[in-house]
Protein backbone atom coordinates (compact mmCIF):
# COMPACT_ATOMS: atom_id res chain seq x y z
CA UNK A 1 0.00 0.00 0.00
CA UNK A 2 1.48 3.14 -1.04
CA UNK A 3 1.60 6.57 1.63
CA UNK A 4 -1.69 8.32 -0.69
CA UNK A 5 -3.56 4.85 -0.19
CA UNK A 6 -2.58 4.29 3.48
CA UNK A 7 -3.80 7.94 4.05
CA UNK A 8 -6.88 7.90 2.86
CA UNK A 9 -8.00 4.96 4.28
CA UNK A 10 -6.65 6.31 7.61
CA UNK A 11 -8.48 9.78 6.94
CA UNK A 12 -11.66 7.76 6.01
CA UNK A 13 -11.75 5.54 9.02
CA UNK A 14 -10.93 8.62 11.91
CA UNK A 15 -12.66 11.30 9.91
CA UNK A 16 -15.68 11.93 12.27
CA UNK A 17 -13.82 11.07 15.41
CA UNK A 18 -11.50 13.68 14.69
CA UNK A 19 -14.22 16.16 13.52
CA UNK A 20 -16.03 15.83 16.07
CA UNK A 21 -13.15 15.83 18.91
CA UNK A 22 -12.74 19.08 17.07
CA UNK A 23 -16.41 20.21 18.16
CA UNK A 24 -15.89 19.24 21.79
CA UNK A 25 -12.74 21.30 22.03
CA UNK A 26 -15.06 24.14 21.24
CA UNK A 27 -15.15 24.75 17.56
CA UNK A 28 -18.56 25.04 15.00
CA UNK A 29 -19.05 22.26 13.00
CA UNK A 30 -18.10 23.63 10.40
CA UNK A 31 -14.71 24.96 11.77
CA UNK A 32 -13.97 21.91 13.21
CA UNK A 33 -13.79 20.31 9.88
CA UNK A 34 -11.12 22.86 8.93
CA UNK A 35 -9.16 22.12 12.01
CA UNK A 36 -9.12 18.72 11.12
CA UNK A 37 -8.65 19.10 7.30
CA UNK A 38 -5.38 21.75 8.30
CA UNK A 39 -4.44 19.47 10.99
CA UNK A 40 -4.25 16.03 8.57
CA UNK A 41 -2.70 18.53 5.68
CA UNK A 42 0.23 18.47 8.17
CA UNK A 43 0.35 15.04 8.88
CA UNK A 44 0.16 14.10 5.33
CA UNK A 45 3.32 15.90 4.84
CA UNK A 46 5.03 14.17 7.15
CA UNK A 47 3.21 10.80 6.66
CA UNK A 48 6.27 8.97 7.56
CA UNK A 49 6.94 10.18 10.68
CA UNK A 50 3.14 9.43 11.80
CA UNK A 51 3.20 6.05 10.91
CA UNK A 52 6.72 5.61 12.56
CA UNK A 53 4.94 6.94 15.62
CA UNK A 54 4.90 4.71 18.58
CA UNK A 55 0.90 5.38 19.13
CA UNK A 56 -0.50 6.97 15.02
CA UNK A 57 -3.89 7.94 16.60
CA UNK A 58 -1.94 10.17 19.53
CA UNK A 59 0.06 11.81 16.71
CA UNK A 60 -2.62 12.81 15.08
CA UNK A 61 -4.25 14.02 17.81
CA UNK A 62 -1.63 16.49 19.14
CA UNK A 63 -1.07 17.69 15.29
CA UNK A 64 -5.03 18.08 16.07
CA UNK A 65 -4.55 19.83 19.46
CA UNK A 66 -2.09 22.02 18.36
CA UNK A 67 -3.92 22.94 15.14
CA UNK A 68 -7.01 24.07 17.15
CA UNK A 69 -5.26 26.01 19.75
CA UNK A 70 -2.70 27.50 16.66
CA UNK A 71 -6.48 28.63 15.38
CA UNK A 72 -7.58 29.82 18.63
CA UNK A 73 -4.35 32.48 19.08
CA UNK A 74 -5.45 34.64 15.79
CA UNK A 75 -6.83 38.09 16.50
CA UNK A 76 -9.71 37.53 14.11
CA UNK A 77 -10.84 33.86 12.95
CA UNK A 78 -13.33 35.32 10.49
CA UNK A 79 -17.00 36.50 10.22
CA UNK A 80 -19.33 35.90 13.09
CA UNK A 81 -22.61 35.66 12.76
CA UNK A 82 -25.33 36.54 15.37
CA UNK A 83 -27.56 33.48 14.41
CA UNK A 84 -26.81 29.90 13.06
CA UNK A 85 -27.48 29.48 9.56
CA UNK A 86 -29.47 26.20 8.84
CA UNK A 87 -27.68 24.12 7.13
CA UNK A 88 -30.12 21.45 6.58
CA UNK A 89 -33.79 20.35 7.81
CA UNK A 90 -33.21 19.35 11.44
CA UNK A 91 -35.87 17.21 13.02
CA UNK A 92 -37.72 19.41 16.16
CA UNK A 93 -35.82 16.82 19.20
CA UNK A 94 -35.64 20.04 21.61
CA UNK A 95 -34.50 17.28 24.24
CA UNK A 96 -31.76 15.73 22.64
CA UNK A 97 -30.57 20.02 21.50
CA UNK A 98 -30.98 20.57 25.59
CA UNK A 99 -28.94 17.69 26.57
CA UNK A 100 -26.45 19.02 24.03
CA UNK A 101 -26.42 22.26 24.95
CA UNK A 102 -25.83 21.71 28.71
CA UNK A 103 -23.34 19.57 28.10
CA UNK A 104 -21.21 21.66 25.82
CA UNK A 105 -21.93 24.79 28.24
CA UNK A 106 -20.96 22.93 30.68
CA UNK A 107 -17.32 22.19 28.79
CA UNK A 108 -16.84 25.89 27.93
CA UNK A 109 -16.58 26.46 31.79
CA UNK A 110 -13.57 24.73 31.86
CA UNK A 111 -9.99 25.47 31.08
CA UNK A 112 -8.79 25.05 27.50
CA UNK A 113 -5.95 22.01 29.52
CA UNK A 114 -8.99 20.79 31.30
CA UNK A 115 -11.35 20.34 27.86
CA UNK A 116 -8.63 18.75 26.34
CA UNK A 117 -7.94 16.13 28.51
CA UNK A 118 -11.94 15.43 29.18
CA UNK A 119 -12.24 15.06 25.56
CA UNK A 120 -9.50 13.16 24.86
CA UNK A 121 -10.13 10.69 27.62
CA UNK A 122 -13.95 10.43 27.62
CA UNK A 123 -14.50 10.86 23.85
CA UNK A 124 -11.57 9.73 21.95
CA UNK A 125 -10.94 6.97 25.01
CA UNK A 126 -6.96 7.41 24.95
CA UNK A 127 -5.62 6.09 28.07
CA UNK A 128 -3.65 8.19 30.66
CA UNK A 129 -0.23 7.52 29.00
CA UNK A 130 -1.38 8.53 25.73
CA UNK A 131 -3.11 11.64 26.94
CA UNK A 132 0.00 12.29 28.49
CA UNK A 133 2.17 11.87 25.32
CA UNK A 134 -0.39 13.63 23.15
CA UNK A 135 -0.35 16.95 25.59
CA UNK A 136 3.25 16.92 26.06
CA UNK A 137 2.77 16.92 30.10
CA UNK A 138 3.59 14.00 32.67
CA UNK A 139 0.75 11.78 33.73
CA UNK A 140 0.79 13.11 36.63
CA UNK A 141 -0.12 16.59 35.13
CA UNK A 142 -2.84 14.54 33.25
CA UNK A 143 -4.36 12.83 36.76
CA UNK A 144 -4.98 16.17 38.42
CA UNK A 145 -6.27 18.00 35.16
CA UNK A 146 -9.03 15.43 35.01
CA UNK A 147 -9.94 15.24 38.70
CA UNK A 148 -10.08 19.29 38.31
CA UNK A 149 -12.16 19.12 35.49
CA UNK A 150 -14.52 16.32 36.87
CA UNK A 151 -14.95 18.38 40.07
CA UNK A 152 -16.10 21.43 37.53
CA UNK A 153 -18.45 19.22 35.94
CA UNK A 154 -19.89 17.56 38.65
CA UNK A 155 -20.93 20.92 40.46
CA UNK A 156 -22.76 22.30 37.20
CA UNK A 157 -26.38 22.18 37.69
CA UNK A 158 -27.60 21.59 34.54
CA UNK A 159 -25.67 18.20 34.52
CA UNK A 160 -26.74 17.31 37.83
CA UNK A 161 -30.35 17.83 36.06
CA UNK A 162 -29.43 15.57 33.38
CA UNK A 163 -28.07 12.68 35.68
CA UNK A 164 -31.55 12.74 37.30
CA UNK A 165 -29.86 14.09 40.65
CA UNK A 166 -31.85 16.30 42.94
Not at 36 to 62: G, I, N, P
Not at 78 to 101: I, N
Request: glycine share 4%.
Amino acid sequence: MDVEEEFTSYVAARWARLVRSAVLLGCSPAEAEDVVQSALERCLLHWRRVTAAHDRDAYVHRVLINTFTSSRRRRWTGERSTDPLPDRVVDDETTSVDDADAVMRALDRLTADQRAAVVLRYYTHLGEQQMATVLGVARGTVKSRLARALEVLAEDPALAELRGAP
